[in-house]
Structure formats: C-alpha cells, structure tokens
C-alpha cells in the first residue's frame, strides 16, 4: 500500500480513488457519495490533529456483496469519527456502523484503523422474489404435460431432499442467530442505562408499547380465527404452568439440537442478565458474542441470497403435489396485517395528536415523508437520516432523544413486525388445521414480541425468525414457504409503519420529559 501525506492533495486523492473503485464495483450512488464526504471530512480532521506531516495509507476491496474502504492513519488515539458524540453509547455507534452510517474504528500497536462500508447494487429482493414465484407458475404448468412418473421423480427424488436441507440449513443458523441477538440485546441495556433516564426510560417503554400493541390486537382479531380456542375450551393453569417449565432446558446445548426456540430465548435472556450484572468483568465473552453474532449474520445474509430458488423449488413442488390450494387460503393474513397497520397508525396518531393538541393534517404532513422512505424500500436504514431530521426539525424532539432513539428504536421498537409475527403464526396454524389453545395464544404472543425485538437488520433475518416462530407453534415447515412469499408484501407495509409509529413513541417520550418543543410540532408549514 502507498503512503500519503494528511495534505489537501492527497486527501483529495485518496477520495477520488474510493469513489472511482465504488463506482467501478457497481455501489449504490447514495452510498458512494455519502462515503466520498464521510472520508474527507474525517481525514481532515486527522489533518487537524495530526497535521499535514501525518501519513496514512487505504485500502479498497470487495467481499461478497459488500465493498470495504479501510484507512490506517498512524499516531496516537484518535477517535475522530465519535469525538463530537460524546452522548452516544458503543451500542448506538454498532448500530449505526451496521447501519452504514458511519465508518468502524479502532486503535492497534499506533495505528487508527477506519472502515467504511457500502452495498453494492443488486436487484430488490421483491422483484427477485416475485420472478421466483412466476417461474414457479409457469413451470408448473409445464409440468401438467409431463409423465406422472417424470412430475414424482422431481418432487421426491431432487426437490424435497433440496427443501429439507435448506430448512435444516435455516435451523442450525436461526437457533445460534436469535441467541446472540437476545443475549448481546440484554447485556447492551446497562449500555444504554449509562445515558441516564432517557437511555432506561426509552428501552422500556419500546418493549412495554410493542406487548402492549400486539396484545390488545392479537385478542381483537381471534373472531376472526374459528380455530382459536379449539385446542382447549377453557384455560387451564396446569399447561400454563407446564409451558413455563418447558422453557427451562435440561442442560446448555439440547435446545440448540432440537431447535426449541423457548429454551433458546431463555438461556440467551439468562446469559444476557449474568454478563450485564457482571459488567466490565465478562468484556472478553461479550466481545466474542459480538463478533460470533456478526459471524452469523453474515452466513444468514448469504443464506438470504438463495430464497428466490428455495421459493421457486418449494412452490413448484407444491404444484407438482397438487398442494398449490394451500397457499390460496392464505388470504386472509394480508387484510388481517393490514387492518392491525391501521390499527397502530391510529392508535399512535390519536395519542400524538390528543395529548400534544396537535392538528392531525399537520401531524400526518410531517410524518408522511420517512412513512413514504419505508414504504418505498422496505429499509429502515434509507429512512434514517431522514427521520433524524423529521424528528428534531418538525416534530421539535430534542436532539438529545433523537440521536438516541432514532437509532436505537429503527433496531428495537416494531410493533408492526411483532403483530405481523402474531398474524402469521394464526393464520397458518389455521390453514394447517393445528389447534390453537389459551396457552398457544400466550406463547404466539411472547415469541411475536421477542423475534419482534430480534430481528436481524440484514436481508433474510425474516426468514431465521419464521423459522423459529413455526417451529415452536408446531406447523408444519412448509409454511415457511407461504410466509417468506406473503412477507414479499407485507414487509413493505410494517417497515413504514414501525418508522411512523417511531416517530410517534418519541414524540410522546420527549413530551413527558419536558423535551418537546410543542410550539415546533404545532406549527404549520
């Protein structure tokens, strides 16, 4: 690697040259850019600190689906990137490097070590995923003209064994995956409870309003479900009782070879609590789950990168079985996740407006734009700056609450995933005819809230968490099918309606604190 000098010219060289390889390995032009102005303005500040007889050297290379610019500037300390952040804890600074809002760093043997990374383009998952799913027709009605025992040998002999190793794939992967998000979750709350109040009182109330939501929703909509309460006519302590002690493991490893997604959650809560009483004394083990869980967030996000052809193989062969009907009756999950959108949106809008005396048509007006963002892209990371300026500008949030919720709760505040868990769960208990008790309405709506909380930020982290919710409500695996295929849908609606209901929650969380400019979100355009 060449050496260059922190002077104007060579910053400026060294800017020129990770646009140009960016733009050469096909990166998104949002991204490009943002990164080419993230690199100059810290580099100058390194040139500030260090002065232009500073040396530093780079590096540009591609991984995967990923592009990486890496910096070594040499001298001492120097946090350029978070030295104006001082409020941010290290679990707001992982969350916004995953999200690719600002670069890593850290500091080794006299070197600062800076990493930028940028996606490169691909096609959108719903259009890859909507192609699979058209492919799947048109070979299935090719298939109609094919010898009965050419359409067996297809679906028994290369299909299903294809199916059961990929779902076997998805399991080994989702077990150590939700582990690792629960567990680091928990422990990163005694990070955030270093922010004071605001840091406590905004975790909780993000878990608090998302049971809180899903609860009052899931027992409105069981009408609509003739199933529910077939499993067990009345409720009855005893299986309660016997859910609960299920959830206790008969030793650390058995969940994870059976894929008990409730032991799993429950050993991570377990090993989360005792390293957050531990503090700075488990520092080490919780750097291993750090860097194991961005381990297996990568292999689930290359996983992803195969469902169009597990979606293809797995709707073909249904075809081939003559089980295509099955995914006609899933109808119902469609206006049912929208009715529960509808739901929070007004829930939220009536206690915005209601308790702040803030005209509705104003209200709505300024959210609008960051619900449109989700909307569109079906990514709370497109929405983020965004919604921080939303947020602080329009709705008169302090910036204080902004710079740490925004963040925080595009990653752990999701009602409307966690009711888009709980319908699913029903619907497709429904159509495969599993009774559904009391006590399997409680444990939908625990899992609901929890993978709700701990879904991957990654494409395909979706699909690890219908795994784990089928699983443990005992339907039947092929419903991943029809869950991955609806979720295409549906996920567009619950990004957006999570990104509003975020802006809400904080509006509500700043105006109990006495830290809302009611004047600002009152105020007309």
């Avoid at 670069?103 to 259009?127: D, E, R």
């Avoid at 005209?359 to 300024?366: E, Q």
Wanted: with cysteine.
């Amino acid at each position: 690697m060449q050496d260059y000098t922190l002077t104007n010219h060579d910053i400026d060289m060294a800017c020129h040259e990770v646009e140009t390889f960016c733009e050469r390995a096909n990166g998104e032009k949002r991204d490009i850019l943002r990164t080419r102005l993230a690199v100059e303005e810290i580099l100058l500040k390194y040139q500030e600190a260090f002065g232009t007889k500073g040396t530093f050297q780079f590096q540009c290379r591609k991984r995967i689906n990923r592009l990486y610019a890496s910096f070594f500037i040499q001298g001492e300390r120097n946090d350029a990137i978070h030295m104006d952040s001082g409020e941010e804890s290290a679990i707001l600074k992982g969350i916004l490097s995953g999200m690719g809002e600002i670069p890593t760093w850290q500091f080794k043997n006299g070197v600062n070590y800076l990493t930028f990374t940028l996606k490169k383009k691909k096609l959108s998952p719903a259009v890859s995923l909507l192609a699979a799913v058209a492919l799947a027709l048109f070979c299935g009605m090719v298939s109609t003209f094919l010898p009965e025992k050419t359409v067996n040998f297809l679906s028994e002999e290369m299909i299903t064994p294809v199916f059961d190793t990929f779902m076997g794939l998805l399991s080994a992967v989702a077990g150590p995956l939700i582990f690792l998000s629960v567990a680091g979750g928990i422990y990163n709350i005694g990070d955030i409870a270093t922010l004071g109040k605001v840091g406590k009182r905004m975790i909780y109330r993000f878990l608090w309003m998302t049971l809180i939501f899903t609860t009052v929703f899931g027992i409105a909509i069981l009408p609509l479900f003739p199933l529910a309460g077939s499993g067990s006519s009345s409720f009855r302590f005893s299986e309660l009782l016997e859910m609960v002690l299920g959830i206790v493991p008969h030793n650390f490893f058995t969940p994870f070879l059976e894929g008990n997604p409730l032991q799993i959650i429950f050993l991570a809560a377990l090993v989360g609590m005792a390293m957050l009483i531990l503090g700075n004394r488990a520092l080490i083990v919780s750097l291993f789950l750090e860097q194991a869980n961005d381990i297996v967030l990568l292999i689930m996000e290359n996983i992803s990168a195969f469902v169009p052809a597990f979606i293809f193989g797995s709707l073909f062969n249904m075809i081939l079985g003559k089980n295509f009907s099955v995914l006609l009756k899933a109808y119902k999950v469609l206006p049912v996740m929208l009715l529960g959108d509808v739901f929070l949106m007004v829930a939220y809008t009536g206690l915005v407006c209601i308790r702040k005396k803030v005209s509705m048509a104003v209200f709505l007006k300024k959210v609008f734009p960051v619900f449109l963002i989700g909307l569109t892209t079906a990514s709370s990371a497109a929405a983020f700056l965004e919604n921080r300026k939303v947020c602080a500008e329009k709705l008169g949030i302090d910036k204080k609450i902004v710079n740490i919720g925004v963040p925080l709760g595009q990653v752990v505040f999701m009602p409307g995933f966690s009711i888009l868990y709980f319908v699913m769960g029903i619907c497709m208990a429904e159509i495969y005819g599993v009774k559904i008790s009391p006590v399997w309405l409680i444990t939908a709506l625990v899992i609901a809230v929890v993978l709700a909380v701990a879904t991957p930020p990654i494409p395909g982290g979706a699909l690890a968490c219908y795994t784990i919710l089928l699983l443990q409500l005992e339907i039947p695996a092929q419903a991943i099918v029809i869950a991955v295929a609806i979720n295409v849908i549906l996920d567009f609606f619950a990004t957006a309606v999570d990104l509003f209901c975020l802006e809400a929650e904080l509006t509500e969380l700043a105006g109990d604190l006495g830290m809302l400019d009611v004047e600002k979100i009152r105020k007309t355009f």
